[in-house]
């Protein structure tokens, strides 16, 4: 089958001779797959970028991390219309340009083009050289396509009951690792449905991977290793050949289901025990892995200065590097779990302490004790699937009789347990790690940070892209989740914004828990994208009553098409803003910029726009950010609506509508507020769940009775 190739991180713009019809309606590029969708480290290759709109007119691409290249090869326009969402999108030329030096693993990239910003996509760096899958039909064993390795083969699962076969010889006790990345680089696709509807629609491809004898006997074979990535390791019994099957467990096809398999008989590692270190610290720690040449462990260092967080390291052995592996430096005492199968056996911390764990036999369970204070609230939280290891962990918590008094169990986007724990009186509490579904073995290895918390705050939101022309803006909405009675205000910023673009200053008030991000760009904004950072920081009173500067990063999550139209979410490292050119709204203007509302009063704002000549569909005007008829993002204070009687949907060339907001009364009253920022949207929709967001000038809303240093 055919595969496409794809690049990553600063392209150049290529000048194509030739004028599509511009477009109109113009919307994020949602990229699609990437082909090959792997390229080895100190290579320059070709690969393809499949894209939902045309990626004429890119001129940069970013990473999550610095280091690789990638510029458009496109000297042609290439017209790439928005299709089904189980279509495949329209390749695109890129070249990319790996260091020697690039850290081995993911990487996301966005693209950016004059017209608009891109979703996120995946690149592979390997330590292997890369073979593409042959054009030629490799669908069995006697078609299957030759290859030695160490080798990293980029193939595609393209059709339904899609199967590769793969030939390498090998010898009499050879050790060979066999690991594929599917889900891994495709996990934040936007659309990477495979057609049907309901509950036919399939997603990620679900890989397992068989290794036969030339015979036919089945030596080894995997299934959902690291999440729905499948892992082998085989001693191979003789000198000869040997095949190996890649398909997806239910036969689906697609040709976004991409993937890269890598096969070697080098070192392979999969996790150190412990893996967290404290600062200014050196330990021993097991490997877990193979063809490790007989050694078991490694010393792990960290000096007084170094960075604290997770790290990967590749482990020097006898037979070379190991793959990178996953190591905590934390500031906390690290302790490692021994012995503590019961409550009566329970390893007693010392807060704040971080715990290396082992479940190495089914039903395992380690118990902790520690110390509390009546309404003192303590963060407990494990990290082992984050770090691809298979625990799904579960934390219980119970006061000094063995009655359980809380639970925690997955985390954010994650089985990783995380709990926020208010002790309910002074005293003895115990906790319990354990596997949910009861398992237990080498690599059921956790890290448990236990530590004394205290009023804080997370953001969430819809924040993970915006294009603007110059002399527009657009609009995010950021949402604060309170944790353990924070009730303080918080200012929002944005950090890495394109030269010309800014963003109104905000501050989220006590009572409030949400607010918009407003995006403007200058009218001579050059043409430029970058990856940008929004946070919040806040002032948070100590147990002491000490205050200090508490900041947090928006977790950034991306949209992901489901059934039936619906839309999913998952966690992903960028945000970008881009400046581009003109869009389908020229201005967008909204009167008057400050307004004043009482409890029962109505007012209203009118907004006017002017749309580019090409534009003439229907634009969607809100204040909260709506799926269909429900909220799913506001920046209105509670007791403020948007009326049923807005003249809200502007229709072929209207270029005028209205907006009136309410106030609630009773209890249901808003609260007092001065001067707080928002602004009309403006929403034009490419398909059912895909629209860009526009926004009028900001506007000061004032409730009446706020006092006058709650002005922001």
């Given at each position: 089958m055919k595969l496409h190739i794809v690049p990553i991180t600063v392209a150049t713009l290529c000048i194509l001779a030739t004028a599509l019809p511009a477009e109109s309606t113009i919307g994020f590029r949602q990229l699609c797959s990437t082909t090959p969708v792997a390229v080895q480290r100190g290579q320059k290759t070709t690969i393809h970028v499949r894209s939902n709109y045309t990626l004429d007119g890119s001129y940069r691409v970013l990473f999550d991390r610095p280091g690789i290249t990638m510029k458009s090869l496109e000297t042609k326009l290439i017209a790439a219309p928005h299709q089904g969402r189980g279509t495949p999108g329209t390749p695109f030329r890129f070249e990319v340009d790996v260091p020697a030096e690039q850290a081995l693993g993911v990487y996301e990239f966005r693209i950016a083009?004059?017209?608009?910003?891109?979703?996120?996509?995946?690149?592979?760096?390997?330590?292997?050289?890369?073979?593409?899958?042959?054009?030629?039909?490799?669908?069995?064993?006697?078609?299957?396509?030759?290859?030695?390795?160490?080798?990293?083969?980029?193939?595609?699962?393209?059709?339904?009951?899609?199967?590769?076969?793969?030939?390498?010889?090998?010898?009499?006790?050879?050790?060979?690792?066999?690991?594929?990345?599917?889900?891994?680089?495709?996990?934040?696709?936007?659309?990477?449905?495979?057609?049907?509807?309901?509950?036919?629609?399939?997603?990620?491809?679900?890989?397992?991977?068989?290794?036969?004898?030339?015979?036919?006997?089945?030596?080894?074979?995997?299934?959902?290793?690291?999440?729905?990535?499948?892992?082998?390791?085989?001693?191979?019994?003789?000198?000869?050949?040997?095949?190996?099957?890649?398909?997806?467990?239910?036969?689906?096809?697609?040709?976004?289901?991409?993937?890269?398999?890598?096969?070697?008989?080098?070192?392979?590692?999969?996790?150190?025990?412990?893996?967290?270190?404290?600062?200014?610290?050196?330990?021993?720690?097991?490997?877990?892995?193979?063809?490790?040449?007989?050694?078991?462990?490694?010393?792990?260092?960290?000096?007084?200065?170094?960075?604290?967080?997770?790290?990967?390291?590749?482990?020097?052995?006898?037979?070379?590097?190991?793959?990178?592996?996953?190591?905590?430096?934390?500031?906390?005492?690290?302790?490692?779990?021994?012995?503590?199968?019961?409550?009566?056996?329970?390893?007693?911390?010392?807060?704040?302490?971080?715990?290396?764990?082992?479940?190495?036999?089914?039903?395992?369970?380690?118990?902790?004790?520690?110390?509390?204070?009546?309404?003192?609230?303590?963060?407990?939280?494990?990290?082992?699937?984050?770090?691809?290891?298979?625990?799904?962990?579960?934390?219980?918590v119970f006061d000094s009789t063995g009655k359980q008094v809380n639970r925690g169990d997955d985390g954010y986007y994650?089985?990783?347990?995380?709990?926020?724990?208010?002790?309910?009186?002074?005293?003895?509490?115990?906790?319990?790690?354990?596997?949910?579904?009861?398992?237990?073995?080498?690599?059921?290895?956790?890290?448990?940070?236990?530590?004394?918390?205290?009023?804080?705050?997370?953001?969430?939101?819809?924040?993970?892209?915006?294009?603007?022309?110059?002399?527009?803006?657009?609009?995010?909405?950021?949402?604060?989740?309170?944790?353990?009675?924070?009730?303080?205000?918080?200012?929002?910023?944005?950090?890495?914004?394109?030269?010309?673009?800014?963003?109104?200053?905000?501050?989220?008030?006590?009572?409030?828990?949400?607010?918009?991000?407003?995006?403007?760009?200058?009218?001579?904004?050059?043409?430029?994208?970058?990856?940008?950072?929004?946070?919040?920081?806040?002032?948070?009173?100590?147990?002491?009553?000490?205050?200090?500067?508490v900041v947090r990063a928006a977790r950034v999550t991306c949209e992901l098409q489901a059934s039936g139209g619906s839309q999913a979410r998952w966690p992903i490292k960028t945000q970008i803003v881009g400046v581009t050119n003109p869009l389908d709204l020229v201005e967008f203007e909204a009167t008057p910029s400050e307004i004043t509302l009482r409890p029962g009063e109505k007012v209203e704002i009118k907004v006017r726009v002017k749309r580019s000549e090409e534009f003439t569909g229907p634009i969607q005007l809100a204040m909260p950010f709506l799926y269909g008829n429900s909220i799913v993002e506001d920046q209105l204070p509670p007791g403020v609506t948007m009326s049923s009687a807005s003249k809200a949907r502007l229709t072929e060339k209207m270029v005028e509508g209205t907006i009136i907001l309410e106030a609630a009364t009773g209890e249901n009253a808003p609260k007092p507020i001065t001067r707080f920022p928002i602004a009309v949207m403006g929403r034009i929709s490419m398909s059912f769940s895909i629209s860009t967001n526009y926004a009028s000038n900001p506007i000061r809303l004032t409730i009446a009775g706020a006092p006058a240093n709650a002005e922001q």
């Open positions: 083009t004059k017209t608009a910003v891109s979703s996120v996509s995946h690149l592979l760096v390997t330590d292997y050289p890369v073979v593409n899958e042959s054009k030629d039909e490799n669908g069995s064993t006697a078609t299957a396509q030759e290859v030695s390795f160490p080798v990293a083969i980029c193939g595609m699962c393209g059709n339904a009951e899609d199967v590769d076969y793969y030939k390498f010889t090998g010898k009499a006790g050879q050790l060979v690792t066999i690991n594929i990345y599917a889900q891994r680089v495709t996990k934040a696709v936007h659309s990477m449905q495979s057609g049907g509807s309901g509950a036919s629609v399939m997603y990620l491809m679900d890989s397992i991977l068989t290794l036969r004898r030339s015979n036919g006997q089945i030596l080894a074979d995997n299934d959902n290793f690291v999440g729905g990535d499948s892992f082998l390791t085989c001693k191979l019994p003789a000198d000869g050949s040997y095949f190996l099957e890649v398909r997806d467990t239910r036969f689906i096809g697609n040709p976004k289901y991409v993937y890269c398999v890598e096969i070697a008989d080098r070192p392979f590692a999969h996790a150190v025990f412990p893996m967290a270190v404290q600062q200014g610290q050196t330990i021993e720690a097991a490997i877990v892995g193979h063809n490790l040449g007989a050694l078991e462990k490694t010393t792990l260092r960290s000096a007084a200065g170094d960075s604290l967080g997770w790290k990967r390291i590749s482990i020097t052995t006898p037979q070379g590097q190991t793959n990178p592996v996953p190591v905590l430096v934390s500031a906390y005492p690290q302790l490692v779990a021994t012995g503590n199968h019961s409550l009566g056996k329970a390893m007693p911390l010392s807060l704040p302490v971080g715990v290396n764990g082992r479940l190495s036999e089914p039903d395992e369970v380690h118990y902790y004790s520690f110390d509390a204070k009546k309404n003192r609230y303590y963060l407990l939280e494990v990290e082992s699937d984050r770090r691809d290891l298979p625990l799904d962990s579960v934390i219980n994650t089985k990783d347990a995380t709990l926020y724990f208010k002790a309910p009186s002074d005293g003895k509490f115990f906790v319990s790690v354990s596997d949910l579904h009861n398992r237990g073995g080498t690599r059921y290895i956790y890290h448990l940070r236990v530590e004394p918390s205290g009023p804080d705050f997370e953001i969430h939101g819809k924040y993970y892209y915006a294009q603007l022309a110059p002399g527009t803006r657009m609009i995010w909405f950021a949402r604060l989740s309170r944790k353990n009675g924070f009730k303080g205000p918080v200012e929002m910023q944005v950090e890495g914004l394109p030269p010309g673009v800014s963003f109104t200053p905000v501050t989220i008030p006590a009572g409030l828990n949400h607010c918009a991000v407003i995006l403007s760009a200058e009218p001579d904004a050059r043409i430029d994208a970058r990856l940008v950072r929004l946070y919040g920081k806040a002032m948070i009173a100590d147990t002491d009553g000490t205050s200090r500067e």
